[in-house]
């Protein structure tokens, strides 16, 4: 049985990424290591009150910096000391008015604790400072569902008292996507609020895909929605899509493709909802980049076990947008995939190339 | 019609179905929101307003869309929004009377008439006999609705009671409220006719709850706590008319002043053909299936011509006269009064029920006993 769509709340991963590029560039010429890009890599690795002592010491040198203020708020919050995470937020959102990240935290963090007008109010006031904010818009939504589901929890009198471990679980998760951010996904937003932090982003690798906990994953697991949309589309540098040429005034796109192109994608979703993975790699290139340097083998096999895991899964794509240059597409999409055990929406960017009459993945990300 | 209601949840929630309708969903979730605030236990109100905040994120296919919700919690809120919605827009027309009020007691300040079939209770104020319509609640009966049998069917009894006690709180339990009521189940018709159970109350609500399904007790009459604390302030023990019916028929007034004039007349006939000691005129009042406790037509005719032979005058007072009229499909009136009897050589005043019934176009007496 399918469960129904569990709504859950993306902390500002992409606020996060903006800050472990620009805390690379900012602090370089200070010291080395690093103490907020350490900080980041503990997170990722779940050791959160070491990522706090790196945050912690950054803070002693510099108690203002807000980048660092914004970490430590994530890392509490991921401790669950939501009370202190909150007060971190809040204190962002006097001084900052401007940022909507520090808004949206503070509505996860509100949402969690079933503070759901104080989580609206929030989330409106991050979609009043930049009306355009994705990731608040699809918070809202969230928070909408959540509240809907209170309601009627409270209209069947439904014991939801497992809701908060759900909210704890979902804010883990986000965490962790955020930890395999997508190259070069560099708000905006952040950008203006972090002065002049034009250093070119770290080679992070991506994953292939927004991966669904392995089929053993514990029973109290709930569905989540996993979703690692940046709040604007990424600038993709030249280094990350080496075959990408600048838009040349002649591309006009061709109708023709684009058609050929999401017949393809479509097949490649139901190949993979369908468990086929032999079909499934078909639609990769060979000369796919594989994430992690890993060997294409062991890639091809990673991807097999997952596709074909079992338990019924069902993979689709929206609001699919193709631009074509000549033989090669940039495929941006809404990746929706849905199991008995998760349900992710997560924005993907594939770089698709043209061999022989065939469009084949060329780069999978995570974003769009 | 004016009355309590208008102000009530149900003209809250009707307001807010046409907001939907009308595809003003913000102004409807303003409006459940806001009755939230007045009834935070009103589960139906907090159903409408996940379906609100819902459609802000998808389409709506059904009214309740909680998924994985137990589908017979879901089927009862589906069912208290169509009574709730269906009980608030019919509503008696403002000149309709309740067929079942022909003759109020002086002291019957107002009586209660309740239709399980719209899930409501009326109340009414006696205006010199005439009822006038005070309000109107939703309310829950049995589990298997209406017109009860036997203990244990689950079912409420349809027919005239009176309320004849309050039980307080600790008393009862959270379970039912704040008070209870007890009804006089089965009366004397009742019992005639084979019914038993017993413990029929008007009552109130667990504190964590608004209001209950339609069909949700073992026979008794459920309202809101609210809605009972209105009502207690009406409630004369043991003298407010219950009567509980399964579709109440309305009359327009005229309709009323004639089947109330009707039946006044043939009660007066009676007491003057007893004053007369024409004791066949007298007996010609009383039907064939006749029963007085153990005696018939023809012994209670014995006794009573027995008693007439010996007395040179007879005078009979019918005083704080009740005719209310036993819903259902049979022609069936329970007359109560207080009968002042006095006699060359015996006199006595008795509180007195009759139940008329009518048969061939006549009203007749089939059941006369002393209260």
Known sequence: MRRSNSPCFRICVAALLALSTSILATTAQAQSPNPLAEAQTLLQQGQQSQALDKVERALAANPKDRQARFLKGVILAEMNKLDDAAAVFVKLTEEA????EPYNNLAVIYAQQKQFDKAKAALEMAIRTHPSYAVAHENLGDLYAKM?????????QIDSKNTNAQAKLNLLRDLTTASTPPAASKPVIVAAATPATKAPAPALNPQPASQPPA??????????TVVATAPVTPVTPAAAQPASKPATTTAAPAEDDKKAIRTAIQAWAAAWSNKNAKEYLSYYAKDFQVPDKKARKAWEEERTQRVTKPGEIKVSLSDIDIAVKGSEATVRFKQHYDSSTFNSASGKTLAMVQRNGRWQIQQERIGR | MAGVSDAGPDATISLIMRDIDQNKLDVALTRTENLLRLYPNFRLAHLIRGDLLLARTQALT????????PADRLADLRDEAVMRLRGYKNRPAKDAVPRYLLQMREDQNHAIVVDTQQSRLYLYRNDKGRPIFVADWYISQGKAGAEKQREGDNKTPVGVYQVTGVMPPEKIGDFYGKRA?????????????????????????????FARPPKASEGCVVLANQDLDALSSYLQIGVTPVIISNGVEWLSLDDWQNERTA????IESWRADWESRDINKYLDHYSDRFRSGNQNREAWGKQKRDVATGKSWIKVDVRNLSVLRNPGKEDLVMVSFEQDYRSSNLSNVAKKRQYWAKEGGRWKIIYEGTL
Request: aromatic share 10%.
């Open chain 1, 97 to 100: 008015p401007e940022l909507p």
């Open chain 1, 148 to 156: 809907a589901r209170q309601a009627y929890d409270r209209a069947l």
């Open chain 1, 215 to 224: 089929a053993n994953a514990p029973v109290a697991k709930p569905p989540v």
């Open chain 2, 62 to 69: 059904t009214f309740g869309n909680a998924s994985n919700a």
């Open chain 2, 181 to 209: 009521f007890p009804l006089n189940y089965p009366n004397e018709w009742d019992k005639m006719q084979g019914r038993n159970g017993h413990g029929i109350w008007l009552h109130g609500v667990p504190k964590d709850t």
């Open chain 2, 263 to 266: 039946l006044n007349k043939e």
